[in-house]
């Protein structure tokens, strides 16, 4: 569970993209593998899906090959299980000092140039990205499907909604404060602008928080859907009084049948929740009402995250913004 210091979570917030680089860290595999709703829904899962002496499974994304190695334990005959970072060395490595290395194969090569001398019973990956779509998740379970699946192979998860809700937040307003000031007398006003505009992580946010009813921005059937791309346009009444300063995104991940991880305001797991933040707080009155048109894409391998709103009070405008993660992904990418 996040520890909070100083009414903040001690995991670091920070910009979702890029994620490229993350998995090398053991932090970050440390702060998986602590996660106890994380851990036991997977577990849960995979204990249930498993046909013991009969299953076999493909993952993708062994990290440091826990999954695999619960799949393992409950029975699973064999284990096909990619990684593409240098992670896997220690995966297999970690295999081996549990003696699971005959019935756990780790692949370091890209799943689309593999080819497996059976199907899979069952494929799973925990490839859930921050606002659950940003590991590409889509994709990876689309092609995994179409490659190594067959008519009645399980998937886990198998279905991947995402949820956004206008809210307040004393969280991202002092970081974005702390980038207008000069630092030091110097000009940093360059990372202003790029912070000023973006989406944030790992924010604790409460339930408390929300101002109106949640509203669904995609449904992913994994294994189905193909495309990432999605516009969602969305209407919210307000339902409190409150300052409105962006919008909460989480995700509900359904693993196996009711099993699922919703990473909702509120919840503890280590996603926590991810926020768009308006250009400015707005003091908001039960029944002002707020449109939202939020769309996710992919250019160059990256998820982008574009947002647009109205915030209305008796058909008068009160504030409207857009934005997107482009100019971050543009200075990931040396573009900027
Ligand atoms: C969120 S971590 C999960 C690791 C581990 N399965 C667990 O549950 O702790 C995702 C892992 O997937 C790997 N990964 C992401 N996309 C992949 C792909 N297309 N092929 C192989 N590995 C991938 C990342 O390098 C990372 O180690």
Redesign the pocket.
Known sequence: MPKIINGKPCYSQFEIFPIKGY?SKFGA?QT??EDKIRMTAYKNALRKAIIPGKSIIVE?????G??SLLAARYGARKIYT????P?ANLAKKIISDNHFENTIEVITK??EEVSLPEKADIIVS??LGLIGIE??TVN?FYNVKQKFGKKDTILIPYELEIYCCPSSSKTVIPMKKFWENSIESFNFSTIKNLTSNNIYSRLLINKASLLSQKSICNDYILGKNKELTNTSNHRFIINKNGNIEGFTIWFNAKLYKDIAINTQPGSKTHWQQSFILCEKPVRLRKKDCINLSLSFSKIDDETVVEWKYEIIRSKQLLLEGFGSNRDIINYSKGKF
Do not use: R, S
């Open positions: 998995f595999h998986m593998l993708i994304g062994t990290g440091t826990i999954l990619f990684e593409l970072g992670i890209p799943f925990e490839t590991e590409n990876i």
